[in-house]
């Protein structure tokens, strides 16, 4: 798989990542989670994605972690209106990474001018790695371009796939321009896209980018924007962990077979 470098150079991660909104829990529920993480880093899978928000996640990722905390890059996140609280999230999340979080974002941009100044501190201490921002809705990145052009934040997490381009007009760009990691998040439009298939012949354009199915065209879609660092696919199963991580490899989409994806997604 291809390596990227997020928060100008200073961290070097494998394309496609893995996403556990959700999906950690559910693995957990079948009972297993450890083997979804074993399997994401024999896939060659190396950042994971997951925040206060997400449950249990964070607790299960740490006990997934198990002996190989330093196989992978933790990108964890700060959720809550509460400064107080944000300090206790973060402690408690340092002290489940095993005395630091590689990437700590602040999630839906929640109460940011506080929690700013104290991650930047734990960055100082060496407690965090880099400092992102994440949101789901274009109706804040007015607020998450405020905040990128501030220059205190290495990485921004935002949605970007066939049927969700908004990114494309100022927050790619800024991010190129500041030299700012990009974590993808959604790049199967939570599931949505992957329930209506295109059919082999369709798809048979694309073998030769080392596609062999739809859900890799979509990842694959997204990494093809060389803006963009790292892709966080979900999901509960260990055996599509291989089948996502193969999008993480050149040769990348150029504009027509891009343009071709977004046709067999049937965006306009
Ligand atoms: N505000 C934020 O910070 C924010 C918001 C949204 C998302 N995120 C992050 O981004 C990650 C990704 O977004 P997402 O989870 O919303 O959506 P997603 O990754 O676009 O889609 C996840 C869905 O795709 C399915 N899937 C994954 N691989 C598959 C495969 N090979 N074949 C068939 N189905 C497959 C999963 O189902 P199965 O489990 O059944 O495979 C799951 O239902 C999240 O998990 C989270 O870490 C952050």
């Known amino acids: 798989m291809e390596n990227r470098s997020l928060g100008r150079g200073r961290v070097s991660v494998p394309a496609v990542g893995l996403g556990t909104w959700r999906r950690l ?5 079948a009972g297993r989670h450890r083997e979804l993480i074993d399997t994401a880093i024999a896939a060659g899978i190396r950042l994971v994605d997951t925040s206060p928000m997400y449950g249990a996640a964070e607790r299960l990722l740490a006990d997934a972690l198990d002996g190989k905390r330093d196989q992978v890059v933790v990108a964890d996140k700060v959720w809550t209106a ?3 609280e944000g300090v206790v999230q973060l402690a ?3 002290n489940w990474y095993g005395g630091r979080v590689d990437l700590m974002q ?8 506080a929690h700013l100044p104290m991650l930047e501190a734990a960055r100082a201490q060496g407690r965090v790695g880099l400092i992102g921002a994440t949101h789901y809705s274009s109706a804040a990145f007015p607020e998450l371009v405020d905040l990128m052009a501030t220059g205190r934040i290495d990485t921004v997490q935002v949605p970007y796939n066939p049927l969700q ?3 494309e007009r100022t927050i790619l760009p800024l991010a190129e321009e500041l030299g700012l990691g990009v974590l993808l998040m959604r790049p199967l439009g939570e599931g949505r896209l992957v329930r209506r298939q295109p059919s ?15 859900v890799q065209a979509l990842i694959k879609w997204g990494l093809s924007d060389l803006r963009v660092h790292v892709s966080l696919a979900a999901t509960a199963h260990p055996d599509r962990l291989l089948e996502n991580a193969a999008a993480g490899s050149p040769p990348w989409f150029g504009p027509e077979e891009r343009a071709y994806v977004l046709r067999l997604a049937g965006a306009h």
């Open 25 to 29: 829990e559910a693995a957990a529920a």
């Open 82 to 84: 509460s400064p107080e």
């Open 92 to 94: 408690r999340a340092v």
């Open 106 to 113: 602040i999630h839906n941009l929640v109460a940011w001018p």
């Open 165 to 167: 381009r908004e990114v």
């Open 200 to 214: 082999p012949a369709e798809l048979a354009p694309l073998h030769a980018f080392g596609v062999t199915t739809w």
